[in-house]
């Protein structure tokens, strides 16, 4: 089977189950496992890698709003690499090319690839995409022995942090203009021993005002901005520090294009370094690099 995958979540997908051999192409933010780097990229973000967070919001928006597309599909390169399965999704147009969009190219090459469109809102249906990635590749088991071992982990979450004060916690997905964390993001959050604020689970990122950030009160502010690492995340937050709405919270940058942003099992992770910010003395501390207290 050749696998192209047009989303870095599907590629950290396709490795875990072992398929590495089989995927022959991949998009130009696929950075996970390493190896990913050296596949051939097929799909290209048009945003600017230096912009501001305000620009890339107007940018975002002029595409939503009919503009050019934020992401490129290197048609000659599809045709050139023959796919039998395409991994995509519909669930967040600046995240990567839908696949309504997929399936025009394909019509267009003469491409007979099946498209797999994978849309989860909440952590149960981000193992799910797990699971039906494995059928459609022949890879039940090893899918059926990752998801096990991914709900083990979170339940191992749950049960320690049992029975310690929720702080009320939120999750700020982009600085300017404020947006919320959604999607999976509430139930992470309330797994690691929160309660989140200012959302709601399964439903998509907003924008949010600051005198709303302010209203809900937050003791704990989480800044995942989405695509930031944690260095990026942390120059980002630095300026974030001053605004008295945010304060006197408790203040974390955290890696979010790794643990937080893409539906993924890495979401997994994401759990438990919330898990060790909110709750340090009932979880253990998170590896380096992955979340840093900015107050």
Known sequence: MRILSLLPSATEIVYALGLEE???????????????????????????????????????????????????????????????????????????????????????????????????????????????????????????????????????????????????????????????GGHWVPEMIELAGGEAVLTSRGTPSVRVTWDQIAAASPETVVFMPCGYDLEGAVAEATPLLDRPELSPAAFFAVDASSYFSRPGPRLVDGVEILASALHPDAVPESAPGTVRRLR
Not at 94 to 102: E, I, N, Y
Request: some cysteine.
């Open 22 to 180: 089989d995927l022959v192409g991949v998009t130009d933010e696929c950075d996970w496992p390493p190896a990913a780097r050296a596949k051939r990229p097929v799909s290209f973000s048009a945003l600017p890698g230096a912009a501001e967070p305000a620009e890339v919001d107007r940018l975002v928006s002029a595409s939503i709003n009919g503009g050019e597309p934020i992401y490129r599909l290197d048609n000659e390169a599809v045709r050139e690499l023959r796919p039998d399965l395409v991994l995509t999704q519909d669930l967040c147009a600046v995240c990567a090319v839908p696949s309504g969009h997929v399936n025009d190219a394909l019509e267009l090459l003469g491409c007979q690839a099946e498209v797999l469109s994978m849309d989860p809102s909440s952590l149960s249906e981000v193992l799910d995409c797990v699971l039906h990635v494995g059928t459609v590749t022949g890879t039940e088991d090893a899918a059926a022995t990752l998801v096990e071992g991914l709900r083990d982990r979170l339940r191992a979450v749950s049960d320690a942090v049992a029975g310690t004060r929720r702080p009320r916690t939120f999750a700020l997905e982009w600085s300017d203009p404020p947006f919320n």
